[in-house]
């Protein structure tokens, strides 16, 4: 079942340590199969030099594992959780990279301070809140995601599409970065790009602690550029 996504999601969870994102087995990603009604998801605690394709575990959106002998990700539901409330996106990373994770950590959203973090992620990285005890006590993976989500839902109640998609990843506090894209691929992207940026963030209020955002004009200009309705960053065709 799902035999080709859980390829997929196996060469997405390889490329985490291949990018310095994970060590040991500090990381998960996963991805959707919205036909299917179907997500394929890491197991919890396997190293990843003893993964294969087969180990990947495939979960449904009422979280009922359908296929797979392993446990899955102790993440899932925040997967899950994710799943239901972002229908644009196809999949989810989580990972503790160090510098992600040391601004996580800090309690601190992550400024844009260049044109490197404007190029993909609009406005800053939040940092969303701790869970409350009664949270944690009641379903600390669930309400995990359920935090990410209220940061992203706006005072009428509603959730934008242009949203989540514009600021692909947040920080949770005290824990560590999500990110997330239209397929499994584009969140690892999204992971890698947030450890750079929060990597680049922190050298620059090192050398000058008194630094301010970038220009919003320059700001806009960059994203918009990538990914605004008049977009002309790369080729309109394929090489």
């Not at 500090?26 to 036909?35: Q, T, V």
């Not at 394929?40 to 575990?57: D, F, N, Q, R, W």
């Not at 090192?206 to 700001?219: E, F, L, R, S, T």
Request: glycine content about 8%.
């Amino acid at each position: 079942m799902l035999e080709t996504l859980k390829d997929i999601v196996y060469e997405a969870n390889m490329a985490l340590p291949h990018h310095g994102l994970v060590t040991f087995t500090w990381g998960n990603a996963s991805a959707i199969d919205r036909e299917a009604g179907m997500f394929v998801i890491k197991p919890s605690g396997i190293a990843y030099e003893a993964l294969t394709p087969s180990h990947m575990v495939v979960m449904d959106l009422n979280g009922n594992r359908i296929e797979g002998t392993l446990n899955p990700s102790s993440d899932m539901k925040t997967h899950l959780v994710l799943y239901r409330a972002f229908p644009r996106i196809g999949g989810i990373v989580h990972t503790h990279s160090p510098w992600a994770t040391s601004w996580a950590q800090a309690g601190r959203d992550i400024p844009c301070y260049g044109t490197t973090h404007a190029d993909y992620i609009y406005g800053k990285i939040p940092c969303i809140r701790n869970l409350t005890k009664a949270e944690i006590d009641a379903d600390y993976e669930s309400n995990t995601g359920n935090t990410i989500v209220e940061y992203f839902t706006r005072p009428d109640g509603t959730i934008h599409d242009e949203d989540y998609n514009a600021c692909p990843c947040v920080l949770c506090k005290n824990h560590g970065p999500f990110s997330w894209g239209k397929n499994v691929q584009e969140a690892v992207y999204h992971a890698v790009v947030l450890e750079k940026v929060a990597q680049m963030a922190a050298h620059t209020e090192w050398i000058n602690p008194q630094v301010n955002p970038a220009p919003q004009d320059m700001q806009d200009k960059h994203y918009q550029r990538k990914h605004g309705p008049n977009a002309y960053y790369g080729q309109t065709r394929a090489l």
